[in-house]
């Protein structure tokens, strides 16, 4: 009976009872299980029939239904957020037949499906696994990289992975898998093996049984063993052991368990990479005889795999190929061939290096497990051979090549054997578990034998393995441990459940409404008679407890006699196990602290077990006092207090401290009923006592105890302590006064208690919590609780000091007199004083406060992992204001002492990490020392606001020290703590807030009127109005810009009908003049990209907008449409090819490069009908230009080019050329070189490639190897500049743009080597270049093309010399770019312009044009930005004889051509111009600006001169649009309004010589001038030039399909040159773009009054400024408290309010609150005005407080330290209260001490030596006055009858109740020490005050104390008041 009566004792009551359904299951049901066709679509549709016809779909929903039940399983685990912050929901992962159903939910939460998976084939396991994507294999590598979160689907065949980023993974299973594993490197294979297992011939090396795969991208590796044998040397060897199976394998530490099946054993091995000197040996070749036999040799293990894999008997064979499992190839197969194949899986998972072993292979592992995978006659290959022919190793071909192992099993542990050992006794069930000391155990159950057996492990010191230790056996069916309280929840045999922690039973667990084993005879206990049945009764909780240590714990609910019963308690009526017949039958699915029970009759319940302690303030003590017992001590404590917590009916959050108190001083010894102030502890914790019976059974008669327990509740107490009680003189009542004296008499503790012998060491770690919990203003309450218990024990304990400082702290909680408990003084030599005990209580305030003065102190005590705060504070005092360096970067022992019982290095390891000091940013002062290091460890502004504001002011003053001039490269949590959010921001991110745009484009872009209700997307919606408001803020041009480039709305046709035009004639006459208008719409998308370019950010889910090109028109006055279809006139075939092309890369060219977009949406932007294709090539080339096309899947790439769409290939090869600009990337290469003949083998077919693609092509060979001066290229673009017309008529046309892009790409390979092109000397590339340009006789061809050329043109006759016209454009243009910049002037002469009329009759006047460029950028340094210089370049004869254009008479000179002439001149000063726009492009320089601009107007005029004519309107129109261009180059970005009006009056022009090209010239210079709305500009680097000659090539188009002179897709090649310049200044807390004043020399910084200083200092590197630029160039900043943004407040008048205050004038006190609004938005400011510095009516007492608040808040406000005004208020309400005599707590006047004491240390008088101009951080005039108050208010209170109460307490005698608080305000503010130090001389012995000074001197008393003491101790009745 008495075992009987212990079980009934100790009961733990489960909560939470819930009915449990796999989530999964429910859902299973109503899933569209067969119609998967998502998954089928990847496959050929051949074959998705091929298996079982339309059967497959019926056949796999049959399949579900009947087969549900038994293939169902489920796992649960712990929800993983991806924040980091830590969640409490359970995530569960169903399978059934072929699906996979992954929920999340939790109680709080309802389940939800989270992902549902369906596949082919039954699922026969799925599982979570973290795939680590990193190049970098080593073990350190695994700490820190990144993982990829996946869920991976077993099936028979294959594996498919899921990861959580959306990527999808398949790999094909060379082997039948038995079962897999989740590592901490990958997955872990176990092959099953079969009967037919070694093949016939080979008998010695059998195959391995374990595989791992560490990436669904690596390869299948085979898992090596290292097994250490008797003798200490240890075998090193494949797994293939086929009797060990994985029974258990753990991620964190990493171990295996498996279970040997021939010799009954349990064996743990530790997981790890394979080292070096392992893969040696496993992959030995050697066929030494002294090789272990059982080595596999990687060699035969290959032929095996292969030979294997076509054995005899295709179904047994393990490794047969899975085509062969269905009898047709079904569609399961497919993974085989594609097993990695980009197709299926996502390309941006390919980025991982492909082969991981040998970096070799790009074709996956499964070949090389079988070769011949899809070869099913196995008779051609007879296996007999293998094994012996390759012994030799001469075998081996190259696709052999060895499979490297990556992981390895390290043997650990194996159990004894023991003689009686069973069969199967092989572990169902494996988990590890800790116990409550954190001491770590291993448990398995063996359920043969119904024990759970439980190995102790533990890190050796070195930490580099785990020391298995003893095996202890539990008695259990069933175990699942309960993490969350380090504890285990173990089935008994007999049915019942119990708790055990480690391997100590801890109690029964009762689970309400499930009837325990033991209940049904529980009839015959004897009931707790108490009158109210339940907890909550007034008897003393011991008597229940009894005496602890026996453990007879009644349960203090009523039994369950029968089941009737259930219906009065809590639980529903509808429990599903009523019936008594049901038990547990097994646990399962444990997560935290909630487990699943199965029950036999097939229903399952999820209970929760109940946590330890649920308030703060118990679990704080639990963990300080488990830190210093022995741990045996301490699991037994820990025990016994979780059997009274969670014993059934247990206490609620309020009363949990009450049951601690009492429960830990029974296991002191103590008897708590007989204790005063534990007696009256009520367990319910509610304040009305009404509340607490409800739960028990009323009973109906009341009884004296209900009476007695109403007077001893918390709430009688809150009455009769209430302020209207004490008004209406309610005594007390009498009876509770009786109680008292009953207990007066003394009572001893008993010493046989458990906690006895260790009570001084558990009442220093309490009182070490106690001084923590001192620096949590939010911990007030607690405090208050742990004070009784503090005094209580220190009382008995005899330790005066204590009792004195606590006395101190609490006056009003801590009466000097109390009842005491005597401990027998035999006993007290049992009690254990540890070493750490120290008479002296320590104390953090008067550390720091010692510290403050400069006074030595002893090392605080602290614990670790609980007074953290302590020791913070501790080390940063010892910082800042000691100034030592050192105290944070080593374990600084001279400040703290640890206190441990014995060390846990666990503990010490993780310490270090936190409080190690790294020196990653840089800082110089001690300030920033200090917040960099607190960042380190964790410290946030939270923290810091919870601190007392004494303690926080050292620290705060740090703070506001960094705050004035932080470091740009400190990481986001400093900048967060010093209060910089700006700075924290752009660390963290840098993009424009685009949360906005869409309501201020409504505002921003005034749409005209009449058109809003059809207002369509013209493709500039998406630019940042705010910012360019921000730029351009004084007119509307950007509307006006809009306006010009918008293409898509109809235009307006004006046209007169004349009485004589018929109507026909009209219509006709409307649509010609339509036409002209189309020129100039086909235009604009060019210049609109530029003007749009980089400015959005798309949604991965919308495709992307493109606008229409809109080709209709408009005729006033009935606006009629106008249209070009109609038939009435020739319109061009094609005419809007080129111009929709253009129009999609203004579309694309809108996404800013930092965008996040992939291969998918790249893909799903694809256009559905055929029209639409040209726009898309646009986007496509776009995309690269902008750098993501990159990230499209190679496969879609060819997928687009084999299409033969010209414009796709077009787009798509000059787009991928420029992402991969200058990389030389091999793939890349051959994509290419398949588009240009001369590239191609002499011998390949001839390919038919347009013409344009060719020329695409040559650019993007020129674009990739762009700077690299690769040879080969360069020959072959040598001589592709004189390509000769080959016979066919394809070489024939445009010849012209072929050459030039030959010479482009020519001089982008060699760009700026100028003569030192390294192994080119034999090419004589200048030379050759200079016969291109002039002319002469053609070279014989070298080299392998020249067959090609044998037979010439049948169109046109060159003969052989060399077609100037043709080469001379690329040649030039190349030579510019081989000596760009060089200032070679040999080369430059050649291109001199000719100085006599013969030769200038030898040249096009265009080429001089381009000449006058090429020598202009040759000889950059020459270029000087004025007319003369431009002048300077015309030739002599040129300047004296070119006619002025406005002379009316053409002077006659016989000799001289004045047409030549005079087109000579125009074209060399344009060329001159352009060459000063590439000099000055993006400079904004403004005698560029000016000299161009003159030249502009200059040409303008010539246009409308009489004599234009001579020169050719055509030419002045060339060399105008020239000049415009070089003008927006120089002013890009800039929007300057001459270079607008001037695009806007081009603009109007139409008709006449005003063809599609000048129009795309005169928008591209408008575009320029706008770039990416006036966020970019251009850049003169080297490539940029290259770019931009490509882009503005002088030529212009005749009309939209012209491309003979130049491909018109290059014209968007400036994208390479344009570069971020706009830094954006955004206020942080609107976020919202503002005006900033930056400086810039060679650093940037924020300045101003306005803003927050901010510094990105260049010198050390411009890394940083470069990504702020990219990042849409958003520099945050933070404006100054006290001021306003410079657009709300542009002169700074409203500001002048802060000045005056700041000033302090005396009308200063007469300013209205409400003017705060104007110099800060901060609302919390802001409702301080509002609610407490507003004067109301009759305000009486208050106008001062209201003042006060008042001024207070100027001064924060003003001064930059908002954060301050806490104080100041709460340092006001303490001096109020102290003048009140109201302080209960001296806290508030401690912080007041530190405060003062701060700014009198040395330390702030030296810092503010140092910086004179620095701002007060606290008001000078604020602190004396404080003081002073402080000081009169204790001095009136000594004069009133306080000396006599100060020398009472000195003397030791007892004083009177009323005035304890003041006399510990005294004590405190004046560090009065206790009488204890007083000097043994005694008080009356000194005569002269100076004795007094000498006497006290060691004690550190400051004088003015002294002063005030000395009257007392010279017998003197009057003190002495200063």
């Keep these: 009976m008495s075992n009987f009566y212990e079980e009934r004792a100790t009961m733990i009551a489960a909560r939470d009872l819930q009915e449990f359904v796999p989530f999964g299951r429910d859902h299973c049901k109503h899933h569209p299980n067969a119609l998967n066709l998502q998954l089928r679509q990847l496959q050929p549709a051949s074959e998705l029939w091929s298996s079982d016809g339309a059967a497959g779909l019926v056949g796999s929903l049959q399949e579900v239904t009947i087969h549900e039940k038994q293939k169902e399983s489920w796992q649960l685990r712990k929800g993983v957020s991806e924040i980091g912050e830590d969640v409490d929901y359970d995530e569960e992962l169903y399978v059934a037949g072929n699906m996979v159903i992954w929920s999340k939910g939790s109680k709080s939460q309802a389940l939800a499906v989270y ?388 391997v100590v039973r801890v109690g029964k667990v009762f689970i309400p409404g499930l009837p325990a084993p033991s209940l049904t005879m529980s009839n015959t206990m004897p009931r707790p ?215 007066s008499q003394n009572l001893s503790l008993d010493s046989s208690t458990l906690l006895f012998t260790h009570i001084p060491a558990i009442f220093f770690v309490l009182h070490l919590v106690y001084e923590e919990l001192k620096l949590n203003t939010l911990m007030g309450e607690g405090i208050c609780s742990l004070v009784d218990l503090l005094v209580q024990l220190a009382r008995d304990l005899k330790l005066g000091p204590y009792v004195d400082h606590y006395y101190r702290d609490y006056p009003t909680l801590v009466r000097t007199t109390g009842q005491v408990c005597t401990i027998d003084p035999g006993q007290t030599g049992f009690m254990h004083h540890p070493s750490f005990f120290t008479s002296e209580p320590p104390s953090i305030y008067q550390w720091v406060s010692s510290c403050l003065k400069g006074e030595g102190m002893p090392p605080y005590p602290y614990l670790p992992g609980i007074c953290e705060r302590s020791k913070l504070v501790v080390l940063s005092i010892a910082l800042y204001i000691l100034g030592d360096e050192g105290s944070v970067s080593d374990e600084s022992s001279q400040y703290l002492t640890r206190i441990t019982i014995a060390p846990q290095k666990l503990q010490v390891e993780q310490e270090e990490n936190r409080f190690s000091f790294r020196h990653s940013t840089s800082v ?150 339509l036409l002209q208008l189309c020129q100039r719409t086909m235009a604009l998308p060019v210049g609109r990209g530029m003007f749009t370019l980089f400015s959005y950010h798309p949604v991965p889910t919308e495709p992307l907008p493109i606008p229409k090109l809109n080709l209709t028109g408009r005729a006033p006055p009935r606006n009629t449409t106008v249209d070009l279809n109609s038939g009435n006139i020739d319109v061009p075939p094609n005419m809007t090819s080129w111009a929709s092309f253009h129009n999609g890369v203004a579309a694309g060219l809108k996404i800013a490069p930092a965008s996040q977009i992939d291969s998918a949406w790249i893909v799903y932007n694809k256009p559905k009908h055929a029209e639409l294709a040209n726009e898309y090539a646009g986007f496509l080339m776009a995309l690269g230009l902008n750098g993501h096309l990159t990230k499209l899947a190679t496969l879609n790439i060819h997928d687009y080019l084999t299409k033969g769409h010209e414009m796709t290939s077009i787009g798509l090869l000059l787009g991928v050329s420029a992402a991969k600009l200058g990389t030389m990337d091999m793939s890349i290469t051959r994509l290419l070189s398949i588009h240009i003949p001369a590239l191609l083998p002499p011998t390949s077919t001839e390919l038919d490639v347009p013409h344009n693609v060719q020329v695409a092509a040559v650019v993007g060979i020129g674009l990739v190897y762009q700077g690299t001066a690769h040879r080969h290229t360069a020959e072959v673009l040598l001589a592709e500049i004189g390509r000769p017309p080959g016979p066919e008529m394809e070489y024939c046309t445009d010849r012209e743009s072929y050459s030039l892009a030959a010479g482009l790409a ?181 005698s560029a600006f000016n000299c161009l601009h003159k030249f502009a107007k200059d040409f303008m005029t010539y246009l409308s001169a009489p004599n234009a004519s001579v020169t050719g309107p055509y030419n002045l129109e060339t060399c105008l649009s020239v000049v415009l261009l070089s003008l927006a180059m120089v002013m890009a970005g800039s929007g300057n309004l001459k270079v607008l009006q001037l695009c806007r009056f081009l603009h109007m022009k139409t008709g006449g010589e005003m063809n599609y090209g000048f129009h795309l010239a005169h928008h591209m210079a408008l575009g320029l001038l706008f770039l990416g709305g006036g966020r970019y500009s251009l850049s003169t680097s080297n490539s940029s030039i290259a770019a931009l000659l490509c882009a503005l090539y002088p030529h212009f188009p005749a009309h939209s399909t012209d491309n003979r002179y130049h491909l018109q897709a290059l014209r968007h090649l400036y994208v390479l040159a344009a570069e971020p310049r706009l830094l954006v200044p955004v206020d942080v807390d609107t976020n919202t773009p503002c005006y900033a004043l930056l400086e810039v020399t060679y650093k940037i910084k924020v300045k101003g009054p306005r803003y927050w200083e901010l510094l990105i200092d260049l010198s050390k590197g411009t890394q940083h400024l470069k990504s702020i630029l990219s990042k849409d160039g958003v520099l945050y900043v933070k404006l100054r408290a006290g001021q306003l943004s410079y657009k709300e407040d542009p002169m700074g008048w409203q500001s002048l309010l802060a000045q005056t205050v700041a000033n302090r004038n005396s009308e200063a006190r007469a300013f209205k609150p409400e003017t705060i609004s104007a110099f800060t938005s901060d609302p919390a400011l802001l409702s301080f005005a509002d609610y407490f510095c507003k004067p109301t009516v009759n305000m009486g007492q208050k106008q001062e407080i209201l003042d006060l608040f008042s001024s207070v808040l100027y001064e924060c406000v003003t001064q930059e330290t ?50 004179p101009k620095r701002g007060l951080f606290m008001n000078s005039e604020f602190l004396p006055v404080v003081k002073c108050t402080i000081d009169n208010t204790l001095d009136q209170w000594l004069q009133a009858g306080g000396d006599m109460c100060v020398h009472a307490y000195l003397s030791g005698q007892p004083l009177e109740e009323s005035q304890l608080s003041m006399l510990a305000c005294f004590l405190v503010y004046h560090s009065v020490p206790a009488p204890r130090h007083l000097p043994p001389i005694g008080l009356e012995g000194s005569t002269s005050f100076a004795e007094l000074l000498f006497k006290f001197k060691q004690l550190k008393m400051p004088v003015r104390a002294l002063l005030r003491l000395a009257p007392l101790l010279l017998g003197n009745p009057q003190p002495m008041v200063m």
């Excluded at 359920?447 to 492990?457: I, N, P, Y």
């Excluded at 939270?942 to 740090?958: K, Y």
């Excluded at 506001?960 to 660390?987: F, M, N, T």
């Design 115 to 502: 992902k549902a998976f369906t596949v082919d084939s039954p699922v026969q396991q799925a599982l979570w696994c973290d795939f680590i994507i990193s190049q970098d294999k080593s073990e350190k590598a695994y700490s820190s990289n990144e993982v990829e979160k996946c869920i991976c689907i077993l099936q028979s065949s294959c594996i498919n992975m899921h990861s959580i980023e959306g990527k999808d993974y398949i790999a094909s299973l060379p082997f039948q898998v038995a079962n897999v594993w989740p590592t901490k490197y990958g997955l872990l294979f176990e092959r099953s093996t079969s009967s037919h297992e070694v093949p016939p011939g080979s008998p010695r090396e059998p195959l391995p049984t374990m595989f791992s795969m560490l990436h669904p991208l690596d390869e299948i590796t085979p898992l090596v063993c290292k097994s250490g044998s008797i003798f200490g040397s240890s075998r090193v060897q494949y797994v293939v052991d086929h009797a060990m199976k994985i029974v258990f394998l753990n991620t964190d530490p990493s171990i295996v368990m498996t279970y040997d099946a021939v010799q009954n054993v349990h064996s743990v091995w530790t997981l790890r990479r394979v080292k070096s000197e392992e893969e040696n040996v496993v992959l030995k070749f050697s066929e030494q005889g002294g090789t272990p036999q059982n080595v596999a040799t990687s060699s035969s293990l290959t032929a095996h795999l292969r030979s294997l894999s076509k054995g005899d008997s295709p179904v047994t064979s393990p490794f047969q190929n899975y085509s062969s499992i269905h009898s047709q190839s079904r569609s399961t197969s497919s993974p085989s061939l594609h097993s990695r194949s980009p197709s299926i899986s996502n390309m941006a998972a390919l980025s991982r290096a492909h082969s991981p072993a040998l970096g070799v292979h790009s074709f996956s592992g499964v070949q090389r497990f079988n070769i011949s995978s899809h070869n099913q006659s196995p008779k051609r290959h007879s296996i007999s051979h293998s094994p012996n022919s390759n012994s030799n190793g001469s075998f081996l071909a190259p696709e052999t090549e060895p499979i490297v192992p990556e992981l390895c099993i390290d043997h650990l542990w194996t159990e004894t054997m023991t003689n009686i050992r069973e069969k199967n006794s092989q572990a169902s069930k494996v988990f590890i578990t800790s116990d409550l000391c954190g001491q770590k155990f291993l448990c398995f159950l063996v359920e043969s034998q119904l024990q759970l057996r439980c190995v102790k492990f533990q890190e050796s010191n070195d930490k580099t393995q785990l020391i298995f230790g003893s095996v202890t056996n539990i008695p259990a069916k069933d175990a699942a441990p309960v993490e969350k309280i380090d504890t285990m929840l173990v089935l008994e045999g007999s049915g019942n459940l119990v708790l055990y922690t480690g």
């Design 529 to 743: 008679s108490t009158p109210l049945d339940g907890v909550s009764t007034p008897k003393p909780l011991s008597k229940l407890l009894g005496s602890l240590d026996e453990v007879v714990l009644l349960s203090p609910v009523p039994e369950l006699r029968d089941s009737s019963k259930l219906h009065d308690s809590l639980y529903n009526e509808d429990c599903t196990f009523q019936q008594l017949g049901t038990y547990i039958h097994s646990i399962r699915d444990p997560v935290h602290n909630r487990v699943t029970l199965e029950l036999s009759n097939g229903s399952m319940v999820r209970i929760t077990i109940p946590e330890i302690a649920t308030s703060e303030l118990v679990q704080t003590c639990l963990q300080a006092i488990k830190c210093i017992l022995p741990k045996e001590i301490a699991v037994q404590m820990l025990v016994k207090w979780y059997n009274v917590h969670s014993a059934p009916g247990g206490p609620s959050y309020h009363s949990e401290w009450n049951l601690f108190v009492t429960c830990l001083m029974n296991m002191m010894g103590y008897n708590t009923d007989r204790l005063a102030w534990t007696r009256n502890f009520d367990f319910e914790g509610s304040l009305s006592p009404v509340i607490a019976p409800k739960k028990a059974r009323p009973s109906e008669t009341g009884s004296d105890d209900d009476w007695e327990y109403l007077l001893n509740s918390d709430y009688h107490q809150n009455v009769e302590s209430h302020l209207l009680n004490r008004s209406l003189c309610l005594s007390p009542s009498e009876a509770s006064q009786m109680k008292d004296e009953d207990f």
């Design 924 to 1073: 110089s002062s001690l300030a920033e020392r200090l917040v960099v290091w607190m960042t380190n460890v964790g410290f946030t502004l939270r923290d810091l606001e919870t601190l007392p504001f004494g303690i926080a002011l050292p620290i705060r003053d740090a703070i506001y020290h960094c705050r004035e001039q932080p470091a740009s490269d400190w990481p986001e949590a400093v900048c967060l703590l010093i209060g910089r959010q700006d700075l924290s921001k752009q660390a963290c991110e840098g993009n424009l807030p685009k949360g906005k745009s869409s309501v201020t484009q409504v505002l921003s872009s005034d749409v005209p009127s009449g058109t809003e209700t059809e207002e369509e997307d013209d493709g500039m919606n998406d630019m940042n109005h705010e910012v360019m408001s921000l730029i351009w803020s004084e007119d509307l041009r950007v509307q006006d810009v809009r306006r010009l480039l918008q293409s898509a709305h109809p235009v307006r046709v004006n046209v007169v009908q004349y009485p004589e035009l018929s109507d026909h004639e009209f219509i006709e006459e409307k649509e010609n003049r």
């Design 1306 to 1486: 020519l001089g982008m390979v060699c760009l700026g080597h100028g003569s030192n092109l390294i192994g080119m000397s034999d090419l004589n590339v200048p030379e050759q270049l200079y016969q291109y340009m002039v002319g002469g006789h053609r070279r014989f061809q070298t080299g392998m093309h020249r067959e090609k050329h044998k037979s010439p043109s049948y169109q046109i006759k060159e003969g052989d010399t060399i077609n100037v016209d043709v080469t001379c454009p690329g040649a030039t243009l190349a030579l510019a770019m081989i000596y760009l910049k060089t200032n070679n002037r040999s080369i430059a002469d050649w291109l001199r312009a000719p100085d006599t009329m013969y030769l200038l009759d030898f040249v096009k006047p265009e080429f001089l044009l381009l000449r006058t460029l090429a020598r202009c950028l040759i000889l950059w340094d020459d270029i000087l930005p004025n007319s003369k210089w431009v002048d300077s370049n015309v030739p002599q004869i040129i300047r004296e004889n070119s006619i002025s254009l406005s002379e009316i008479e053409l002077p006659c000179s016989e000799d001289l051509n004045l047409e030549t002439l005079s087109q000579a001149h125009v074209y060399i000063i344009a060329g001159a111009c352009l060459s000063l726009g590439f000099r000055f492009a993006g400079s904004e320089n403004l």
């Design 1762 to 1811: 908002p954060e301050m005004l806490p104080a100041y208020i709460a340092m006001d309400q303490a001096i109020r209260r102290l003048g009140r005599r109201e302080m209960s707590e001296t806290s508030e006047l401690w912080q007041i001490k530190l405060v003062l004491e701060f700014f009198s240390s040395r330390s702030h008088q030296e810092r503010l030596q140092n910086h």
